[in-house]
């Protein structure tokens, strides 16, 4: 069970000296010396004896050489536990260095079997979005190609939220993030594998995410503090389910048009939503097409709706009215986008999407 520790310099020198690490490798961007919790690290062998070995070589889209350089630097100073301090890249960076740390180092990390650990492993998100920090996926680029180091270790053993690290993100970042938080809570809810605990969580972070979105974007402590506890509870859904279609239609609109991964997940669920309020015959979840009409219809209630297509309707009214617009596709586009689905994500997808209804989609998602 994941630790929530609170923002506080007692609250956390008192789980610090209690995991009994006596040397921490600190991974996280240089930006983290402005933050609050980047200067409660500064202080903390003078505090309480605890010594911090910083880790801040790894980059956006981060890659197995930067994992392996962090490795190094975990054993050559003999640290004994790992922090994470960022976004997505510097948990996953995190996640995989520490798996790798006691993995046999003579061979390639990436063909070797994962062994879990127990080493203690803090995470302080300073984005509302990716949930990383309750997953137990990282995601790691080897050679140019996406791999995914996949253990339930990976996941941090105690968390810390800290608002005002969103309160100087770019306001496009903070609106993509949320809709990345708000897309896997609701993608976890219609996924093919959702459990009773699954859709608890789901329905709990599409809720919170509705009730603190106004002060989330105008930056309250309140707002950004329960945002990122809202994105850490979507995180835990997709933990049970993974994500579906949304996100396997996602990627290429980021890497094709430069758009936040929130932004391009947001884009992908407002098209698939309302084909899947109108199309529960295709249901391809076992538990049937009564369950999946039931299960859209509480989905519906969750955020306040009364039907299916009006919770879509109304999905789609949020995201255009954050102003994040549909990017404009060239001749030729739309097959490059429908090639890239990996079709194994599609199966955790609840209704049947063939070629050419991904086709159509991608013809309402792109201008
Ligand atoms: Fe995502």
Redo the contacts with the bound molecule.
């Keep these: 069970m994941q630790r929530i520790i609170d923002n506080s310099t007692e609250a956390l020198d008192t789980y610090f000296k209690d995991t009994g690490a006596k040397r921490i490798l600190l991974v996280g961007g240089r930006s983290m010396d402005l933050l609050g919790i980047g200067k409660y690290f500064s202080g903390l062998h003078e505090r309480i004896g605890i010594e911090v070995v910083r880790f801040s070589d790894f980059k956006p889209n981060p890659d197995y050489t930067s994992a392996l350089s962090g490795v190094k630097l975990y054993k050559e100073s003999n640290c004994d536990m790992v922090a994470a301090v960022g976004g997505g890249s510097a948990m996953d960076t995190a996640k995989c260095i520490k798996m790798y740390v006691t993995m046999d180092d003579s061979t390639d990390y990436i063909t070797q079997k994962i062994i879990p650990n127990d080493i203690e492993f803090f995470a302080a998100p300073t984005t509302a979005?990716?949930g990383s920090e309750a997953t137990r996926y990282a995601i790691i680029y080897h050679n140019g190609n996406k791999v995914s180091v996949t253990d339930s270790s990976c996941i941090p053993t105690a968390v810390m939220f800290d608002p005002t690290a969103l309160k100087t993100l770019p306001d496009y970042q903070k609106k993509a993030t949320m809709l990345?938080a708000l897309?896997?809570a609701i993608e976890s809810y219609w996924s093919v594998h959702s459990t009773e605990e699954s859709k608890a969580y789901a329905a709990d972070a599409i809720k919170l995410i509705f009730s603190s979105m106004d002060g989330y974007l105008t930056n309250t402590n309140a707002g950004n503090s329960n945002m990122l506890k809202a994105s850490n509870i979507a995180g835990k859904a997709i933990n049970i389910t993974a994500?579906t279609a949304g996100?396997a239609m996602c990627y290429k609109l980021t890497t094709k048009y430069g758009l936040a991964?929130?932004h391009a997940?947001a884009l992908c669920v407002k098209a698939l939503f309302p084909f899947m309020a109108e199309n529960t015959s295709l249901c391809k979840d076992e538990r049937g097409e009564e369950y999946f009409k039931n299960m859209l219809k509480e989905l519906a209630e969750i955020m306040g709706c009364d039907t299916a297509s009006s919770a879509a309707e109304s999905f789609g009214t949020l995201v255009d009215s954050l102003g994040l617009s549909a990017p404009k596709a060239a001749d030729g586009d739309i097959d490059i986008l429908v090639s890239s689905v990996n079709v194994e994500r599609l199966k955790n997808h609840p209704v049947l999407l063939d070629s050419d209804t991904i086709r159509a989609l991608y013809k309402k998602i792109v201008l």
Aim: glycine residues 20%; aromatic residues 0%.
């Design positions: 979005g990716t990345d897309c896997h994500t996100h991964h929130g997940a």
